[in-house]
């Protein structure tokens, strides 16, 4: 089953050295999943300054810079992982640097058929 491990931490928590680090801890990470036949794919996300919101109401577009809600921590990056349940998942998710200072959210992907498959390169 496919996991997708969303990843909260208060932006200003991390110094631009740990956010190098945490970098490089999240690349082997990837690399060992790889090995596994458990990774599928993952990216950090630019500052919640570089974020906007999109709503339709009535018809009528509204944007919002900035991320959906005010929160203490933020959606920072992700990890989409193929593992057997969410046991699996959750040994996944604590493997990842940003579980020590933050928030690892698990969340199952539901697989509509239908979806044009993704293009590799």
Known sequence: MKYMLLIYSDEAA???QEREDCYAEST???DQLQAEGRYLHSSPLHSIATATSVRVRDGKR???D???AETYEQLGGYF????KDLDEAIAIAERLP????GTVEIRPIVELSGL???QTT
């Open 14 to 16: 991390w110094t631009d």
């Open 28 to 30: 082997q990470l990837a």
């Open 62 to 64: 509204l944007l919002t």
């Open 66 to 68: 900035g991320p959906f």
């Open 80 to 83: 989409l992982v193929d593992a």
């Open 98 to 101: 940003s579980a020590r200072k």
């Open 116 to 118: 044009p498959k993704r």
